[in-house]
């Protein structure tokens, strides 16, 4: 019960916190119009860069979203890789020629399809969507993984994005890009993922744990984005003061 | 209003019932949160057969167009084929036997498992082949210490060149047999700066997850409906 309560707590401080951002960046975005921030993390703004050379070589981008299921907890993962392409998805739609989205998931899958069909809804042509566009693959990440690496083999790509919840089950992906001569984006929560693809992409072609987070607040640009940054930023602090403090009241003998 | 205000509605409900459901021990919450999780595994097994007939639909059309006649689309035209036989094949044999029945076991046991322990041990050769492509991309020296830790690991787990060879238990014992105390040593910093750097990270991705899932439960953010 104690526990439960902690939680509760650090839910609530969570919310203050963010309430007070959200207000602080509401109020900066309206005085500093036409100001671009960064988060500092160059591959989601490369994803967009991607969809027009895609477009003109007439190759596509796979952009594989891993096996994060919405119901547990991967599925903020998945929710954050989605925002973190919501510009891919839109300028895709905007020139008619959509990413390949694969997913490991039934309910990721869904989402996807959504955001697809709602960028071109936005532009006033949901028939433009071809069923296809976004396609569930297989259920555990290891087959998922190996059955959509083999679209490196089978479909004319220019791009491979693996953003999302994988471990290292994303090196096979990784491996067909590379033997393929495919260009290799992406980034992954988890510690093993991160460690399967750091050594194929270079330091602005990939976001590694938190970095995946922030792919909202790079393309959507909405000051809730930026209020969440800033939140993570702050918390981020009260965790290390708390070990910090922590472990100086074991180095005194305090506490248990 | 129908397209987003009711769906962010119901999520931002729900979400906040299930949050407190999940912190106050209030026993009415707790099992209003085990009925709407309940309800949410309905709507995974319906998404599920969405996903299914997603799966059927991509290699019929893939089975039944018109492409150029080649040793790879046929390639690709069979293995389609293929699938779909398989899929329908394990999708009757569920639904007459139910997922305990012999043959959806014999299906799993015999098929699934094998397969992807095979997978997994080309995951070992992929992964190696992918730290081995490290100096091509990123040459420097954050990449040389990412190698030599990498096989400083894979040395003391696998323990090549100790008196038995591979195959010894892992841990940092073993090598440490054959040059005793460097390597153990070497080790002990190792393990502690690798554990306390997935820590950070898996902290960092604790807070964005968090406050991921604040901004949907408070309405900001609605991947549902396309907000």
Known sequence: MADQLVALGLVLVCAVVFAVNGIRHRRKAEDTTGVEDTTGVPVFKAFSDEVGRVAEEGRTIHVSLGSGDILDEQGMVSVAALHGL??????????????????????????????????YARLGSPDNYRFGTVRYVAPTPIIYAAAAATLAYDESLGVNINLGSFDQEVSLLTHAAVTNKVTLLGGAASPTGAAALYPVLGPSQVAIGEELFS??????????????????????????????????????GLGG | MFRWFLPTLFAVIVGLLVLLGSLLPIPTLASLRADLLSGAAVIASFAMVLAFANVLRVHFGRLVAKQAKSVHATGQRFA????????????????????????????????????QSALLALTAVTLVLTGARILRTRWRASSVLFLVVALLVLWTTVGIGTPSGIGMPSGIGTPALVYPGILETVMRFVNAVATGGMRGLLLGVALGTVITGLRIIVGIDRPHSGG
């Open chain 2, 80 to 115: 389609s084929l293929i699938l779909l036989l398989s899929a329908i094949a394990s999708f009757v044999l569920v639904l007459l036997q139910g997922p305990e029945g012999i043959a959806s076991q014999t299906i799993v046991e015999g098929v699934l498992i094998p397969g």
């Open chain 1, 86 to 119: 919501s510009a891919l998805t839109e300028l895709s739609a905007a020139y008619d020629s959509p990413p390949l989205i694969t997913t490991g998931n039934p309910t990721l899958y869904l989402l996807a399809e959504n955001q697809i069909r709602d960028a």
């Open chain 1, 215 to 252: 792919g909202g607040a790079e393309v959507i640009r909405r000051s809730a984005f930026w209020a969440g940054l800033a939140t993570q930023d702050i918390l981020r602090w009260l965790v290390v003061v708390g070990i910090v403090a922590a472990a100086v009241a074991s180095l005194l």
